[in-house]
């Protein structure tokens, strides 16, 4: 059964600097894995993608990561800003898409 | 708006009653599935439907629950003699699937909050 973990469960940080969270899976046996963005009592907004077939994605100021052997994603978010403020969730998929299975979450705080 | 939409979006209700959400996915998406988030959680994954067909239920989706989606289109989750436990966000994604391989990517709607007092 897969499981996904998400450390730090919390991170606080000043306006601009760069920061990553971690995202570990116990099945390497996925086929897709998403980073979304959630705000408090919203939906979530997917960031990115990355399909078992790549090593990493970028948007913007957003790159994902992806290491099946070692079971770990990471997300790197560059000159953060308080508007990056939000929970962020890692999900992978089995195989076909069948089964999403997210992480706890990273709850991030961007001081100005 | 041709984003998941979801109504309601909050639902306050006794214990006991019974409760429906719709979920109205992007038009041409042929796979619909429904999470349940509580606070502080990862979303968890309840049903999923590929067009009309409902493929895979959750161990979390007791007899109390049921969900359909008629003509492959809108779904609707039914919560028959809701309890206190079933407070929480209900979440409805949906995504494309080729005939070929693809990327499932998932695109989720707003979510109906339910409070059952």
């Known amino acids: 059964k897969q499981e996904v973990t998400q450390i730090p469960a919390a991170l606080s940080v000043p306006e601009g600097e760069n920061l990553v969270l971690n995202c570990s899976f116990t099945?390497?046996?996925?086929?897709?894995l998403q980073w979304f963005r959630q705000d408090p009592g919203k939906g979530l907004t997917s960031l990115l993608l990355?399909?078992?077939?790549?090593r990493e994605q970028t948007s913007g100021r957003l790159n994902a990561s992806l290491d099946k052997s070692s079971g770990r994603s990471t997300l790197y978010i560059a000159a953060s800003q308080p508007g990056d403020s939000a929970t962020y969730l890692c999900?992978?998929?089995?195989?076909?898409?069948?089964?999403?299975?997210f992480g706890p979450g990273t709850r991030l705080s961007v001081l100005p | 708006d041709t984003g998941v939409s979801q109504n309601p979006r909050h639902k306050i209700t006794k214990r006991g009653q019974n409760v429906t959400f719709r979920c109205d996915p992007i038009?041409?998406?042929?796979?619909l599935y429904w999470y349940r988030q509580t606070l502080g959680q990862g979303p968890e994954f309840l049903t999923y439907?590929?067009?009309?067909?409902?493929?895979?239920k959750s161990r979390l989706l007791s007899d109390r629950f049921s969900a359909e989606r008629p003509k492959g289109s809108f779904s609707t989750l039914e919560i028959q003699r809701t309890e206190q436990g079933d407070s929480a966000m209900y979440l409805c994604?949906?995504?494309?699937?080729?005939?070929?391989?693809?990327?499932?990517?998932?695109?989720f709607g707003p979510g109906t909050r339910l409070t059952v007092t």
């Open positions: 038009s041409e998406h042929n796979r």
């Open positions: 099945d390497s046996a996925i086929y897709n």
């Open positions: 439907f590929q067009n009309e067909a409902q493929l895979e």
């Open positions: 990355i399909q078992s077939s790549q």
């Open positions: 994604a949906s995504s494309f699937q080729p005939l070929t391989s693809g990327n499932y990517e998932q695109y």
């Open positions: 999900a992978a998929t089995d195989n076909y898409g069948q089964n999403f299975v």
